[in-house]
């Protein structure tokens, strides 16, 4: 742990610009239990490459922090606070995510896989390429967030409002939109098999690139106008 960091003491739960192994956290979560201390509290610290897997982190707050390529596999992070930090291609698979948010992060191409993800939440965040696959995701939220090219297969949407987000290219198969209802963002170019739209509300969202195979899916879904004329379009047909 660099010299800028916070030693154990009256404040051992707060460490700021620090560069922290696996070994540091240890040591903090352990004083951390030992004198009940409130949860841990991370600021401008860098734990690249480290291995946090199995570690338990509830309640923890990550402020400014790097934690690309870390492992936090099977990790217990129910309630984690996230703000701002940078996690490209970090590895939360299997790990308790219950409650946690992450707010303004860039978390490209991070592995989601098997986590526990209720009443999560994700804005203003960047999740190009990540792989949510096989998630719990009851009451999962994601707003003003980008998910191009990333993996949701059979998530539920159902009934959720989906404030600005981008879908492009994503892998949506199976995905449950009924009854909700998009503010802004986009399915463009989206693999949309077997995704369900009854009831959907898609009058805001960019539906460019739908194939002839994905129209059928949106029977039941509310489109515009000028919606309408896209989709024709992209039928093939010429409208006189």
């Known amino acids: ?53 199995r570690l338990d982190l509830r309640g923890a707050e990550f402020h400014r922090c790097t934690i690309a390529e870390t492992s936090f596999f099977a990790a217990t992070l129910t309630h984690s606070r996230w703000v701002r930090c940078r996690g490209r291609q970090a590895d939360f698979a299997s790990a308790d995510l219950v409650d946690a948010s992450f707010e303004s992060s860039d978390l490209n ?11 999560a939440s994700f804005r203003g965040c960047k ?16 707003v003003e967030t ?25 892998d949506l198969a199976g995905v449950d939109f009924r009854e909700a209802v998009f503010d802004g963002g986009s399915l463009k170019d989206a693999n949309l098999k077997g995704a369900r739209f ?17 129209a059928a899916l949106f029977k039941g879904a509310t489109i515009s106008h000028q919606q309408a004329a896209v989709l024709v379009t992209e039928l093939g047909l010429l409208v006189r």
Do not use: I
């Not at 090219?149 to 290219?169: E, I, N």
């Open 109 to 119: 191409n991070t592995g989601w896989r098997r986590a526990k993800l209720a009443s």
């Open 1 to 53: 742990m660099s010299q800028d960091s916070t030693t154990p003491g009256s404040h051992a739960n707060r460490v700021s610009e620090a560069t922290l192994t696996r070994a540091d956290v240890e040591r903090l979560v352990a004083a951390n239990a030992q004198g009940r201390q409130e949860a841990l509290h991370f600021t401008d610290c860098d734990f690249e490459g480290a291995d946090l897997s």
């Open 198 to 214: 009854d009831g959907a509300d898609l009058r805001e969202a960019d539906l460019s690139g739908v194939r002839l195979v994905d």
């Open 127 to 142: 999740l190009t390429g990540a792989n949510f696959e096989a998630c719990t995701a009851l009451g999962l939220s994601f």
């Open 146 to 170: 980008l998910l191009v090219g990333a993996h949701l297969r059979g998530l539920s949407f159902r009934k959720a409002t989906l404030q600005q987000l981008d879908f492009s290219d994503a």
